[in-house]
């Protein structure tokens, strides 16, 4: 499955402080200009209160301010490191998360935090150490058993990790992140058809879970339908109200079926749209199987001109424009010249309406030269989505999509796509 990646869970916050991270200043004095100096439980209690709070700096104040005291209290030793681990300070965070199990054995979160620590180090035998340890405390520790078999798969060890993520999931049969890290093993394992399976399984659970809770029953009802990876077909739709007759745009289509992420509006929502797509092998699929307008030029930041395009012999799907391709891939695919058209020549083209409802982009790298040379204000979208893949293009896009009025939303389950609504 394109984009796969193995999906670690975040921190335990077992003190139920949820906050909004900001820059770690320096130290601010603590008022004690009372009558008593503050006892060491009046100090946790106002460093707990802050931290629920979301004041994250004032209650950093108030944790360094009992260390400084000499104080020792392994709630708040945690809860510092939780703070440095979410600011990058791993080292640090590893030394308050010990300090807090010398105080405390049997700290079962903060055994698992320092393995996720440990792991992020390159520290993974030590890491596995940290979350078996956990899973000893605790055995019903589903999220210890699931990033216990993304470090086992990370040391080779696939059986193991198989079986750590089946016992996360035995214990939580709806964790997402589970199905697709079992995804995942499966498929480095050799078994492809389960592993694809598990994997769009724990993508689904995700999205349907985190999706606005008012449009899930249609969500559910159309999921069966839908072609779309990571289900930006639906996302699209939650977004426009389920809409019907909308107007789309889809550039990198492929052979317009699988993995489209219009195929679900055009044919079960009666959308018109246009479909992109230069790679000649994809093109006698592409008239088969879809009925709207189909242009095969190469949609890129200029018209008219002549452009190596390298299309893939095993993963005709990565085919792109020449430039944009690895040099693996240039190596096993085939080159050939194609024309180009502008994304803006491209709708006059066609003469799509000034408030298209979707745009789909997904070409392999080229994403931002297309937007950056596209009018904005000549063309609104109410949806976009744009892949990533997690590379530097992402921030550039970002940057320039919400200078342009567009919000990016639903980050936790877009995976390396962004998607994003325009603010209007």
């Excluded at 999205?207 to 899930?216: E, L, M, V």
């Excluded at 639906?234 to 809409?243: A, D, G, H, I, R």
Aim: glycine fraction near 6%; proline fraction near 2%; charged fraction near 25%.
């Amino acid at each position: 499955m394109d984009g796969a990646e193995k999906q670690k869970q975040g921190n335990i916050k077992i003190f139920n402080v949820p906050f909004a991270l900001g820059e770690l200043k320096g130290n601010i004095t603590v008022n004690t200009s009372t009558p008593h100096k503050p006892s060491q439980e009046q100090l946790i209690n106002q460093a707990l209160k802050l931290h629920s709070e979301g004041k994250i700096q004032d209650a950093t104040t108030y944790y360094q301010y009992f260390i400084n005291q000499g104080f020792k209290d392994d709630r708040v030793f945690f809860n510092y490191g939780e703070i440095l681990q979410d600011h990058g300070k791993l080292e640090e965070a590893d030394e308050w998360y010990r300090k807090a199990i010398d105080l405390k054995p049997e700290f079962t979160e903060a055994h698992y935090n320092l393995g996720i620590i440990l792991s992020d180090l390159g520290k993974l035998q030590d890491a596995e150490l940290s979350l078996r340890k956990a899973i000893e405390i605790n055995p019903h520790y589903a999220e210890a058993y699931s990033n216990l078999g993304v470090i086992l798969r990370d040391l080779g060890k696939l059986q193991d990790a198989e079986l750590s993520t089946r016992k996360a999931i035995e214990l939580k049969p709806d964790f997402a992140n589970a199905h697709i890290n079992l995804g995942i093993i499966l498929t480095e394992m050799g078994k492809l058809q389960e592993g694809e399976f598990q994997q769009q399984k724990g993508i689904d659970m995700d999205f349907i879970q985190n999706i606005d809770s008012k449009y899930r029953e249609d969500c559910l009802k159309n999921i069966s339908l839908s072609k779309s990876q990571f289900r930006q077909d639906l996302f699209t739709l939650s977004q426009l109200n389920f809409k019907k007759n909308g107007y789309f745009l889809e550039f990198g289509s492929c052979d317009g079926f699988v993995g489209s992420n219009s195929y679900l509006l055009e044919k079960f929502f009666h959308w018109d749209g246009i479909l992109a797509e230069p790679a000649i092998c994809w093109h006698k699929k592409l008239q088969e199987n879809r009925s709207v307008n189909i242009e095969t030029k190469c949609v890129w930041k200029a018209s008219g001109q002549e452009i190596l395009f390298n299309e893939l012999i095993s993963q005709k799907q990565l085919s792109t424009i020449e430039s944009f391709s690895n040099e693996k891939h240039i190596k096993e695919g085939k080159s050939y010249k194609v024309k180009t058209i502008s994304l803006l020549d491209l709708l006059e083209k066609y003469q799509a309406p000034k408030i298209i409802d979707y745009l789909s982009i997904d070409v392999e790298g080229s994403e931002y030269e297309i937007l950056k040379a596209f009018d904005f204000n000549k063309y609104k979208f109410r949806v976009i989505t744009c892949e990533h893949n997690y590379t530097p293009m992402r921030e550039k896009i970002y940057e320039l999509l919400t200078n342009k009025g567009y919000q990016r939303k639903a980050v936790n389950i877009s995976r390396v796509d962004d998607w994003y609504i325009f603010s209007e």
